[in-house]
């Protein structure tokens, strides 16, 4: 089993839907997680942190379940410009071992 | 508002060459990160430095090397390229040393090795 899992997907949903993506981890001694929005060719940027049950920012909402071992990210009123691909990031005990997953990749249509 | 900057953004190179890639951020961030990225996989970490004049083996360290030279820069060498080696590689930073903070990346650089 993969430390850090995604669906991959892809999600393809219409402008104006809801989505959720979840993430799965096998090591539960983390104190944080994030996600990264990933655009083709380009970098990672962060999107959100996760240092307790969960955060929001607008249209994104993340939700931690320590018990099962999941986060996942919701993203309401889907925008065209949401399309791209989400990663979720383990963040570690208080080193330096950071785990990346794969990606979900998410394309939004108008 | 620079960040994170990477050099060279493009580089193509034969087998058993060797090449060091660049990499600056102006945050005055104390950790420093490479990574790879290849197609299906996560970023696998390279090579970090918690601090100015630390370095440490990541996931996938072999075949490279790195140099912290200060705060702002942390250079990655390839001493003899193979094919396995084609990715794209990223730089990052963060604030503190640990993996409780987020990291911040630069643009990446795209290496093929022929």
């Known amino acids: 089993r993969k430390e850090v899992e995604q669906d991959p997907g892809p999600f393809n949903v219409p402008e104006g839907a809801t989505v959720a993506f979840n993430c799965t981890y096998s090591?539960?001694?983390?104190?944080?997680f994030f996600w990264y929005r990933q655009d083709c060719r380009k970098e990672p940027k962060l999107l959100m942190s996760v240092y307790s049950s969960g955060n929001e920012d607008g249209r994104f909402t993340a939700q931690l379940n320590r018990a099962s071992q999941y986060i996942s990210l919701l993203i309401r009123d889907s925008k065209l410009s949401d399309s791209a691909t989400y990663l979720c990031?383990?963040?570690?005990?208080?080193?330096?071992?950071?785990?990346f997953g794969a990606g979900t990749r998410l394309f939004v249509k108008a | 508002n620079a960040g994170v900057t990477q050099t060279p953004k493009f580089q193509v190179l034969k087998t058993g060459q060797s090449m060091t890639l660049q990499c600056a951020q102006d945050?005055?961030?104390?950790?420093m990160y490479w990574y790879r990225q290849d197609p299906g996989m996560g970023l696998r970490l390279i090579y970090y430095?918690?601090?100015?004049?630390?370095?440490d083996k990541g996931e996938v360290p072999n075949g490279y090397n790195v140099s912290r030279l200060n705060k702002r820069e942390f250079s990655l060498r390839l001493e003899s390229a193979a094919p396995s080696q084609t990715s794209v590689y990223f730089c990052a930073s963060s604030e503190a040393g640990s993996t409780n903070q987020p990291q911040h990346f630069g643009d990446g650089t795209r290496l093929s090795i022929l």
């Open positions: 430095s918690a601090s100015e004049g630390t370095t």
């Open positions: 090591n539960s001694a983390s104190q944080s």
């Open positions: 990031v383990w963040g570690g005990t208080g080193g330096f071992k950071t785990i």
């Open positions: 945050m005055n961030h104390n950790s």
